[in-house]
């Protein structure tokens, strides 16, 4: 299975079945649509969900808000083949995981909720917000998606103390 990994402000549509698209999400949301009759899939992730208001964009700033990264994969899917009308999504992320951030994760979170339900694209499976990051596996030409929180495995490290020619080693 080839794995293709989507960092932020990344979309891609793909076509082809034994393929996978990855992401580590925080606050951060991605959005996985699906066709099924077309057996198109795409997915993205963005930083933010939209400008504060009065915000002048540079173009080199669009690819962080998911107003701009929503259009872009939604029309990235109908160039491939997909049909607006059969377009299915699974919501991944938002999580408020740095407490000095605010509610950044809850906002995205909304957002991408919003945005769905505007655009009369029908959300399969949801899994927004809490304080953890998820790494997300998404295999668009079929359309099934798994979502696994992460986490910190890595034990903190200590000092170990070693006699030997009073080195010590960390």
Request: contains cysteine.
């Amino acid at each position: 299975m080839r794995r293709i990994a989507i960092i932020q402000g990344e979309h891609r549509v793909l076509t082809e079945p034994d393929t996978m698209l990855t992401t580590v999400l925080g606050s951060c949301v991605a959005v996985c649509l699906h066709d099924p009759v077309a057996r198109v899939g795409g997915m993205n992730h963005f930083l933010l969900g939209e400008p504060m208001a009065g915000h002048a964009l540079k173009p080199e700033e669009l690819h962080r808000y998911g107003v701009h990264a929503m259009e872009l994969l939604i029309n990235a899917m109908m160039q491939a083949g997909a049909v607006r009308d059969r377009m299915c999504g699974h919501l991944y992320g938002g999580g408020n995981i740095v407490a000095g951030l605010g509610q950044i994760g809850s906002s995205n979170a909304a957002f991408a909720r919003r945005f769905m339900e505007t655009e009369g694209l029908q959300v399969k499976r949801c899994d927004l917000g809490g304080n953890s990051a998820r790494k997300v596996e998404f295999l668009p030409y079929d359309g099934r998606v798994r979502s696994l929180i992460v986490k910190d495995v890595v034990p903190e490290a200590r000092p170990q103390r070693i006699m030997a020619h009073d080195v010590e080693l960390f």
